[in-house]
């Protein structure tokens, strides 16, 4: 069993950055595969982010290059690191751990956090 707990959403302005993290505890952190998945209100939970056991990391397309994505074993924590928010960041943001299939597919992940707000106004 895991048990994941994210922390740092918040109401930020278009242009700011936040840094999300996603403590986790019970088994061996090092050996999940940890992701960011968000939703919006009325939409579908997406995918934003995730990160392999070796550190191997993949984004969204359309985040690639604003987002990233970081672990650290020692203190089983994954981070999500945001920068030039804009509204349309604007979602529920989880955690997600072990994955039993595509990354990018949220029925594939095991565990979840309760997720965080992150609140971007223009």
């Known amino acids: 069993q895991v048990q994941l707990v994210e922390s740092g959403g918040g109401l930020v302005q278009a242009g700011d950055s936040l840094r999300l993290s996603c403590a986790a505890s019970?088994?061996?952190?090092?050996?999940?595969?940890m992701a960011w998945f968000r939703q919006a209100s009325g939409k579908e939970r997406e995918f934003v982010s995730s990160?392999?056991?070796?550190?191997?990391?993949y984004y969204a397309a359309s985040l690639k290059g604003r987002f990233a994505i970081s672990r650290d074993n020692a203190k089983s924590t994954v981070s999500l690191q945001m920068n030039t928010l804009a509204p349309e960041d604007t979602a529920v943001y989880y955690c997600?751990?072990?994955?039993?299939?595509?990354?990018?597919?949220?029925?594939?992940?095991?565990?979840w956090g309760q997720g965080t707000q992150v609140t971007v106004s223009s």
């Open positions: 997600a751990a072990d994955p039993r299939g595509s990354l990018a597919d949220p029925r594939a992940y095991h565990y």
């Open positions: 019970g088994r061996a952190f090092a050996n999940y595969a």
């Open positions: 990160i392999g056991t070796g550190g191997s990391a």
